[in-house]
């Protein structure tokens, strides 16, 4: 139950940010519905306390997979999806903490608030690198293997030619 | 032949400028002005490309030209549709003159989402998001309001004075002010949840994780750049808010 309220809460504000930075229209429901899965991941992970960084490196990566996926199928940039779809992990919200409990000299507040804004933008950013690399090894197999299959595929024709 | 190489220039350049001021990371960018390039027949296109400005060459003849990028923001209907342009030219459906007409067009359009449905957009980022960090279900109205108020003044700000992040100021002032008072009158239960569910459609998380990609990518020029401006954008955010709880 919880779940589904934080997939729907999670998806409405994806489609939210999606009208603010104005995406095409056909794309909305698809990007709430990468940044709904990917919170709801990310959410279900911090739960059971996994630790922060290591829940943002998997939904970030689920994001920019979902994002390939939905760019190949709609053709579009790939950033349509993934902009929004990382806004509910994005750590704007501690990125604003930190400045204010600077600005109310609650130095220890601060620097934990930084470490963790350091945290996830960096998670995030392995995250996206995670997808592209996870991306090219797939194709890379696909490659190889119709070679393999053609490669074996003349040498039984060529066996059959000389019998 | 000369004449060519000035069209092919300043389609990549304007191709270029369109796509980093409205938040695209380099790497694609430069990647679109490659494709660009090459499709046109030129193949040794040299680019040096900042957040702040690009430089492009065709080392054979000699020609070079720079183009300076005053503003960023985020605008992905315009990323796509200069991509799809990309694409139509690749497939020879367009000529590059027909190409660069329609970049011009598309640098001067205004945003297609009319104002009112992007202060709806803002209502719709801030109250949900908040009850999915904390699962307030009680301040789900009141954040919705909030943040709709808060976007609609950084909007006008923007766009009456537009001095940058003056705008983010004023409106982080005024979630404040709702937020304290909102409390105090009983319409809210939690200062915290309020705020920081408002400021969500201003704070910048999506510059601040571009920064990072930029950085892995190799773009170290850009990279810290992008980072110094969503560190000053969150500066003004956070200073408007602990301004207001230190009067109020």
């Keep these: 139950m919880q779940l589904l309220l934080e997939f729907f809460m999670a998806g409405i504000a994806t489609i939210g940010f999606g009208i603010i930075i104005n995406i095409p229209k ?28 290591l829940s943002a490196l998997t939904a970030t990566t689920v994001i920019a997979l979902l994002s390939l996926y939905a760019a190949r199928r709609m053709k579009l940039p790939m950033i349509i999806f993934n902009i929004p779809g990382i806004v509910p992990l994005v750590p704007g919200g501690q990125a604003y903490q930190m400045i204010r ?16 804004v350091g945290e996830i933008a960096g998670s995030i950013g392995i995250g996206f690198l995670m997808a592209e690399f996870i991306d090219r090894l797939q194709r890379k197999i696909i490659i190889t293997l119709k070679e393999h299959k053609q490669r074996s595929k003349s040498k039984s024709a060529n066996n059959t030619e000389k019998e | 032949m000369i004449e060519t190489n000035q069209i092919v220039i300043n389609t990549c350049l304007l191709a270029g400028r369109i796509m980093i001021e409205n938040g695209s990371e380099m790497s694609r960018a430069e990647d679109t002005m490659k494709r660009i390039a090459m499709n046109s027949g030129v193949n040794n296109l040299k680019i040096f490309g900042t957040i702040t400005g690009i430089i492009v060459s065709i080392p054979n003849s000699m020609d070079s030209q720079v183009e300076g990028i005053n503003r960023r923001a985020i605008d992905l209907e315009k990323v796509s549709a200069v991509n799809t342009f990309s694409r139509r030219y690749a ?34 980022v801030s109250g949900p998001l908040m009850t999915a960090f904390s699962g307030n279900m009680v301040d789900l109205g009141i954040t919705t309001l909030t943040g709709a108020l808060g976007y609609t003044l950084f909007y006008f700000v923007n766009r009456i004075l537009n001095i940058k992040y003056i705008s983010e100021f004023f409106a982080s002032i005024i979630i404040g002010i709702i937020a304290v008072f909102a409390v105090r009158w009983g319409w809210g239960h939690s200062i915290d949840d309020i705020i920081i569910g408002s400021v969500m459609p201003l704070v910048p998380g999506v510059p601040l994780t571009n920064a990072v990609r930029d950085i892995l990518n190799g773009h170290l020029v850009s990279g810290p750049a992008r980072g110094i401006e969503a560190l000053l954008s969150a500066c003004a955010i956070g200073f408007g808010i602990a301004f207001v709880f230190r009067f109020l």
């Design chain 2, 91 to 124: 497939a020879k459906d367009i000529t590059l003159e027909e190409f660069y007409e329609k970049l011009n067009t598309l640098d001067e359009a205004t945003p297609s989402f009319p104002f009112w449905l992007q202060v709806i957009g803002a209502a719709l």
């Design chain 1, 26 to 53: 056909r794309a909305l429901i698809a990007a709430g519905a990468i940044g709904g899965v990917s919170w709801t991941i990310y959410w279900a992970m911090l739960q059971v306390r996994l630790g922060l960084a």
């Design chain 1, 101 to 116: 409990n600077f600005a109310l000299s609650n130095s220890d507040m601060a620097t934990h608030f930084m470490l963790e």
